[in-house]
């Protein structure tokens, strides 16, 4: 009979066991405190993929798909990725289960990319080589509470991400064939950071992002107009820093130190048009979702669903 208190006891609290091993880092707390470090916690692994396909996109170069044909070829271009983003409440007291939604808008991310031919390849394209390269600018005035961290590469208020890789052609345009390719990227953006409790939030979270981008893309031309189709595996790391205050004390709590890490797959189209020296094209694509398990739910952002993307981009071939 002294079993029966203690089995009842056990399975009121089984319910509470995945919500605290999701989110060790905040078991140290208790009641409204946890469920404001959790909801911090949660935030970051949820937004982090989020800010991953916002700086990487589809297409490594946007609208350009075949190797372009060995030493003395070069391509430079400019480009505009755009994701939605759901910003949680950052005045979140930890009193409710779910967090409520603040500024809901399409964030843009403006990049410089470029490419260089560095071996033609085998005369049906096999095994050229171009080396690629970008910049990245996240402009952090355009987003209420986002700042970028003292010590981090910026222009001004504009955080810089830099990126570096390789695309090798599987196969040139040749009839009806299309120009295939596959390639691969680094990408990094310095830690930027959603809140300030010296302004009176009850959180922040500050990360960074380190971006692998695997890319299989066709194309094909067809007078002044062009097609292009891929698909893609991103692998996202980072370090994120929580902080938050206490909601009963308000006093702030140590920072709580976070790694993230995330794989998402993703497919994208490219549709676009010659402008003379020019050329104009747009991107739309989708990321995979993934149910990562987290303990918070937060409206109007389904954690487990993928996103849409959207670029616009002009490339200069010379």
Excluded at 40 to 55: K, M, S, Y
Excluded at 186 to 200: E, F, H, K, V
Excluded at 218 to 246: C, E, H, N, P, Q
Aim: charged residues 15%; glycine residues 14%.
């Amino acid at each position: 009979m002294r079993a029966a208190p203690l089995i009842v006891g056990l399975s009121l609290l089984a319910p509470l066991v995945p919500v605290l091993a999701q989110t060790p880092e905040c078991s140290a707390y208790a009641s409204s405190a946890q469920r404001v470090c959790t909801a911090a916690v949660d935030g970051t692994r949820a937004f982090h993929p989020v800010i991953g396909v916002l700086v990487s996109g589809g297409n490594p170069t946007i609208g350009s798909t075949g190797a372009l044909g060995g030493l003395g070829h070069a391509s430079l271009g400019l480009r505009a990725n755009a994701v939605e983003l759901v910003l949680p409440d950052l005045a979140y007291s930890g009193t409710n289960s779910a967090v409520p939604a603040g500024d809901k808008f399409w964030a843009p991310a403006p990049m410089v990319e470029g490419a260089l031919g560095v071996y033609k390849g085998m005369p049906s394209g096999l095994l050229a080589v171009d080396l690629l390269g970008s910049a990245q600018l996240l402009p952090t005035d355009q987003i209420d509470n986002l700042t970028i961290d003292a010590g981090a590469r910026r222009i001004g208020d504009v955080a810089l991400g830099l990126g570096y890789g390789a695309r090798v052609g599987l196969l040139r345009e040749m009839g009806p064939l299309p120009a295939v390719s596959i390639s691969i990227m680094r990408r990094n953006i310095p830690r930027i950071t959603y809140g300030d409790l010296s302004a009176g939030d009850r959180y922040s979270y500050g990360v960074d992002l380190r971006a692998t981008n695997l890319r299989l893309v066709a194309s094909k031309k067809l007078l002044v107009f062009d097609m292009a189709g891929g698909l893609g595996w991103d692998r996202y790391t980072g370090d994120a820093v929580i902080r938050f205050r206490d909601p009963a004390t308000g006093l702030a709590q140590p920072s709580v130190p976070v790694e993230l890490e995330n794989s998402r797959v993703l497919g994208f189209l490219n549709a676009g048009m010659s402008l003379s020296v020019l050329r104009l094209t747009g991107e739309v694509g989708y990321q995979g979702g993934r149910d990562q398990e987290l303990a918070t739910d937060f409206e109007d952002f389904d954690t487990t669903k993928g996103k849409f993307f959207a670029g616009l981009g002009l490339r200069m071939s010379f």
